[in-house]
């Protein structure tokens, strides 16, 4: 069973950027495929991307490239999300999840991390 | 890109009903589809994968059905308890999920 437990709330203002890290318990590191998913508030699920954590290849739609990041430490059993050039709609919860397969169900999800970007 | 439309939006249903919740994938999945139970504050949680498979440890009222384009959640007598929000997601090509249904009680 994988336990994923995300990092604190950050508020940025607009324009700067955001890491935020999901650190991974429970089983092998190195099996999963680590994806982030946002929500805004009172608003639906946005699939964001994910990282393999064996190989560090990266998957993203295309709203999301050359703005997000996403890397992972192996000896450390953490993934990251780091997203740059904050806007005021970027305010949402960011969840880590994971699974087996890429594009596949999600099995396992961090608690959430919320990102408040306010000038 | 997939699309997934959701219906209806929000439900009313009482202690007992036999409530069902509706995804259509702009265009066939292939049943690589799964459903998800959301409450307040809280992080989704997988309820059904590949269409028609329950999720261990998920209680039997809940049941996936559908293939093609064409998806239903049932819950066969809803409880207290399910009062949330289900999102489906289709895992066919990329990722994309449905736009939710909120179900109350």
Same mark, same amino acid.
């Given at each position: ?17 955001? %890491? ?44 999301? %490239?050359? %703005? ?36 596949? %169900? ?14 | /890109?997939?699309? *997934? ?5 929000? &439900? ?34 997988? *309820?059904? $994968? *590949? ?18 384009? /064409?998806?239903? &959640? ?7 308890? /399910? ?7 289709? $895992? $066919? ?13």
């Amino acid at each position: 069973q994988v336990q994923l437990v995300q990092s604190g709330t950050e508020v940025k203002k607009p324009g700067a950027s955001v %890491r935020v890290s999901c650190k991974s318990s429970g089983n092998t590191f190195t099996d999963y495929y680590f994806h982030w998913v946002r929500q805004a508030p009172g608003q639906g699920l946005e699939w964001m991307g994910w990282v393999n954590s064996q190989t560090g290849d990266t998957n993203h739609p295309q709203k999301f %490239r050359g %703005r997000v990041t996403m890397t992972r430490e192996t000896s450390t059993t953490t993934a990251y999300m780091e997203m740059s050039s904050l806007r005021p709609d970027d305010t949402a919860t960011y969840y880590c999840a994971a699974n087996y397969g890429g594009n596949d %169900r999600f099995d396992y999800w961090g608690q959430g991390t919320l990102v408040i970007v306010s000038s | /890109d997939i699309q *997934m439309t959701q219906s209806p939006s929000t &439900l009313s249903a009482s202690v007992g009903d036999r409530v069902t919740i509706t995804c259509r994938a702009s265009r066939h999945i292939n049943g690589w589809l799964a459903w998800y139970q959301q409450k307040p504050g809280k992080a989704p949680k997988l *309820m059904i $994968y *590949m269409a028609s498979s329950v999720e261990s440890g998920v209680p039997s009222r809940f049941s996936g059905s559908g293939s093609g384009a /064409d998806f239903t &959640l049932t819950i066969s007598s809803l409880q207290p308890d /399910d009062s949330a929000t289900y999102y489906c997601q289709q $895992y $066919y090509s990329s990722i994309s999920f449905g736009g939710g249904t909120k179900v109350e009680i």
